[in-house]
């Protein structure tokens, strides 16, 4: 309908304006509401009930959709004597097409909500003229999506499988909305935002991503003490393993493990100290990787970490036996196993005793 007046380019540019006149109808015989998509929805608005109102603008929070266990976490409907319980106010929403409903294939079929990017941003909207709940809301959602995000991130980096990840995939949109929302105000949460996206891109990339993720985290933290610049700035070391030149990679993990010292954390500490001896195991550079590793391997006793032990016992291992010291690589695999057979057996005496 816009093609005789304006040039597709034009209208690409003008439809980031979803609400604007580029969407208005010119036909005469349509009535305001249907004239244009603001109008649509405004009138969508004037029909809902006054808790289903304030859902919908609670449920604007959210980016790239949310499980039901979200919704019960994030929305707060106490005001309104007559709200339903949470599950109901969102089959509601759903019921009246103001949220999708999409099954979730690979992850027993669960159920996760979302809004359309026009809904979103008319209750959003609507959210802003709300300043306190607002701001409450926004409050739990990051809470919220932190909590997830850490547990999720977890799990990945330990090796706990394709669901893990799946999940910390599809609260990607959600992670990168509080690291944004917390950059200015909030350093401490937007850190966590980063180093939960730090366990997604590390696994799935893209590199380029990555790095921003983590160029943004590091901004934050430099508000923080030592301990959250070191995490912040181990995960860009790894990350620039990727493809940024080795001493790029190696600056930012000397001065990760610089700052866990400060923080006299050993686990950190020989976190870093692994990365050093991987980053130095790629170069080939056999000796110095030993060495890193034997730090490594000091630190993570210290911290008592039984899984990072047989972690770091198994690199040792392989670099030794690239220097051809093979009965001492064989040493270090051995031990490795029995750790890791101690903990999936869940005690050292489940191991004597099988």
Request: aromatic fraction near 6%.
């Amino acid at each position: 309908a816009r093609v005789t007046s304006l040039t597709v380019d034009q209208i690409a540019v003008r439809l980031a304006d979803r609400m604007g006149d580029v969407l208005r109808s010119t036909r005469r015989d349509l009535s305001p509401r249907q004239a244009t998509l603001w109008g649509a929805v405004d009138w969508s608005w004037e029909l809902l009930g006054r808790w289903e109102q304030e859902a919908l603008c609670q449920c604007s929070v959210f980016r790239g959709g949310f499980f039901l266990d979200a919704a019960e976490s994030v929305l707060d409907l106490s005001l309104f004597p007559e709200a339903p319980p949470v599950l109901d106010a969102v089959e509601e929403l759903v019921r009246k097409s103001l949220l999708r409903r999409t099954e979730v294939q690979g992850l027993e079929n669960e159920v996760r909500f979302g809004l359309y990017e026009v809904i979103r941003d008319y209750a959003a909207g609507r959210l802003d003229e709300r300043p306190d709940s607002a701001h409450q809301t926004l409050a739990r959602h990051r809470a919220f999506v932190l909590s997830v995000g850490d547990e999720l991130a977890r799990a990945v980096r330990g090796g706990g499988g394709g669901d893990a990840l799946r999940r910390l995939m599809l609260e990607q949109d959600n992670l990168v909305a509080v690291l944004r929302r917390s950059r200015g105000n909030d350093p401490r949460s937007a850190v966590e935002a980063a180093l939960a996206l730090d366990a997604l891109f590390a696994a799935r990339g893209p590199a380029a991503a990555w790095r921003d993720v983590l160029d943004q985290g590091l901004e934050a933290a430099r508000h923080l003490g030592a301990s959250h610049r070191a995490r912040v700035l181990h995960a860009r070391g790894r990350a620039r393993q990727a493809s940024d030149p080795y001493v790029a990679a190696e600056t930012d993990l000397l001065g990760a493990l610089a700052l866990a010292r400060e923080a006299g954390e050993d686990l950190l500490v020989g976190q870093v100290s692994l990365s050093l001896g991987n980053l130095r195991s790629r170069q080939g550079l056999w000796a110095p990787a030993v060495e890193h590793y034997t730090l490594a391997l000091e630190a993570v006793k210290r911290a008592g970490d039984r899984a990072e032990e047989a972690r770091v016992l198994a690199r040792l291992g392989a670099a030794l036996q690239q220097q051809g010291h093979v009965r001492r690589a064989v040493a270090r695999y051995r031990e490795a196993m029995r750790i890791r057979t101690e903990l999936s057996l869940g005690s050292p005496g489940a191991l004597a005793d099988g």
